[in-house]
């Protein structure tokens, strides 16, 4: 669903592709990389069941997943370096929602 050319790109056409796959049930997680990961971010967080998370680091991605049940992983390819966005990814698939207070929370994002 990506960008296979080093050629300018719009962004929000992958981001909607992932986005889509997560809110259909054809995919779990999604992962969108861009230059700083807002714009991506942004994209995907317009669709329903889409909760994306930028993420500079391990930890950061770690608690997305933890207290805000992230779907999809948004990574800054400017801002980080590629053994912290593998380390962050990992960190990101192995989470796991805690719950708790965190989901009444998560239960007020959606309408």
């Known amino acids: 669903m990506g960008v296979y ?23 779990e997680f999604g992962v969108l990389v861009c230059g700083s990961g807002n714009g991506v ?19 950061v991605a770690e608690l ?11 990574l800054p390819a400017r801002f980080i370096e590629h053994k912290e966005a593998l380390a962050a990814l990992d960190a990101f698939l192995a989470a796991k929602f805690e719950g708790g207070r965190h989901q009444r929370r998560v239960s007020k994002i959606e309408p």
Request: aromatic share 4%; charged share 15%.
């Open 5 to 27: 050319t080093s050629e300018s790109a719009d962004y929000p056409e992958p981001a909607h592709a992932v986005a889509n796959a997560i809110e259909n049930g054809s995919a």
């Open 41 to 59: 971010n942004m994209v995907a967080n317009k669709h329903l069941g889409v909760r994306s998370a930028i993420a500079w680091n391990r930890e």
């Open 64 to 74: 997305a997943r933890q207290h805000n049940n992230a779907n999809v992983l948004a």
